[in-house]
């Protein structure tokens, strides 16, 4: 399995389209992890997911993301998990522990603001890791 985070400054890049670096994490069966940073100089966000769909990644940890972006990351079949935000050592260590996203949620996905307080999320599961 692998999963790429888009980064900025050690931190999940606040939009991807526009995130210029990922680290990808590839996780062996005997349990040892290796970790590649890639630059994600290309001009579209087509191209961006193009990128990472070739390196073999099979699930996406972002910020915000366009729709045109996040319909070209599921059309790969990539899993798709928007909208998070923090420092990357400590939402990779979530998602690998099955953490609760709500933690590392982006400011305003936390809570949606209806009547009835219910929790609401800006996309993803409440749950993530794998």
């Given at each position: 399995?692998?999963?790429?985070?888009?980064?900025?400054?050690?931190?999940?890049?606040?939009?991807?389209?526009?995130?210029?670096?990922?680290?990808?994490?590839?996780?062996?069966?005997?349990?040892?992890?290796?970790?590649?940073?890639?630059?994600?100089?290309?001009?579209?966000?087509?191209?961006?997911?193009?990128?990472?769909?070739?390196?073999?990644?099979t699930a996406l940890i972002c910020g915000a993301i366009s729709e045109k972006g996040s319909r070209e990351v599921l059309s790969k079949g990539i899993e798709l998990?928007?909208?998070?935000?923090?420092?990357?050592?400590?939402?990779?260590?979530?998602?690998?522990?099955?953490?609760?996203?709500?933690?590392?949620?982006?400011?305003?996905?936390?809570?949606?603001?209806?009547?009835?307080?219910?929790?609401?999320?800006?996309?993803?599961?409440?749950?993530?890791?794998?």
């Open positions: 399995m692998k999963l790429a985070i888009s980064v900025w400054n050690d931190r999940i890049a606040p939009v991807f389209d526009a995130s210029e670096s990922a680290v990808v994490y590839s996780f062996q069966t005997d349990g040892s992890v290796e970790k590649i940073f890639f630059s994600l100089s290309q001009e579209t966000v087509q191209e961006k997911v193009g990128f990472l769909y070739e390196k073999g990644v998990i928007p909208f998070v935000a923090g420092d990357i050592t400590d939402v990779l260590n979530a998602w690998t522990n099955r953490s609760s996203k709500i933690e590392y949620s982006m400011p305003g996905c936390r809570f949606a603001g209806n009547r009835n307080r219910k929790q609401r999320r800006c996309g993803g599961r409440r749950k993530f890791g794998r």
